[in-house]
């Protein structure tokens, strides 16, 4: 059975990723941050897995303990990161570098992690600007994280010769 590992699965766009693989016969390892979703929960084949990803030192507790399983994935779904959602006014700094860390920095470790499994055969990065009030700005970032993600993987992908994997970008945009 091929299995995935899926960030964020218990967002609106992770629910459904988890259930269109769980469809396809395919062994989830799902990360949330709160709460299970509980239309999900009984769903069998499905493993999730707790983590909050704030800082550099939560993502390291977090492949320490879960390192096993990562490897174990074919496919590995970066799909956590908040979405900014004030206004532009009310923004700060830290803000942006809270956003930044999420959204960029725990693809970039994920993908530092996994590289060297003989296991992983694709990535795919979402960016996902749909949700909440509209903002001018919110359709750029997710792209461009995204973006730069899957840049990152594919350098270190060539670098490393690993040919072989499919690398994907996903950019919802509303």
Request: aromatic share 14%; hydrophobic share 40%; proline share 5%.
């Amino acid at each position: 059975m091929d299995k995935v590992f899926i960030t964020g699965a218990s967002g609106l766009l992770g629910r459904r990723l988890v259930k269109c693989y769980r469809q396809n016969n395919f062994f989830v390892f799902a990360h949330y941050r709160n709460d299970i979703p509980q239309d999900l929960y009984h769903i069998p084949n499905i493993e999730w897995i707790k983590g909050d990803f704030v800082n550099s030192q939560s993502l390291d507790i977090f492949f320490n303990k879960y390192k096993e399983n990562l490897f174990q994935c074919n496919i590995l779904i970066n799909n956590y990161g908040p979405i900014i959602s004030k206004e532009w006014e009310s923004l700060a700094d830290r803000d942006f570098l809270e956003m930044n860390f999420s959204n960029f920095m725990v693809p970039y470790k994920f993908l530092k992690e996994l590289l060297p499994s003989k296991n992983l055969k694709s990535v795919i990065n979402v960016g996902f600007s749909s949700c909440g009030e509209w903002k001018p700005y919110k359709k750029i970032l997710p792209y461009a994280i995204a973006k730069n993600s899957l840049y990152l993987l594919l350098n270190q992908a060539e670098k490393r010769g690993l040919p072989a994997n499919q690398h994907h970008l996903i950019a919802f945009l509303k």
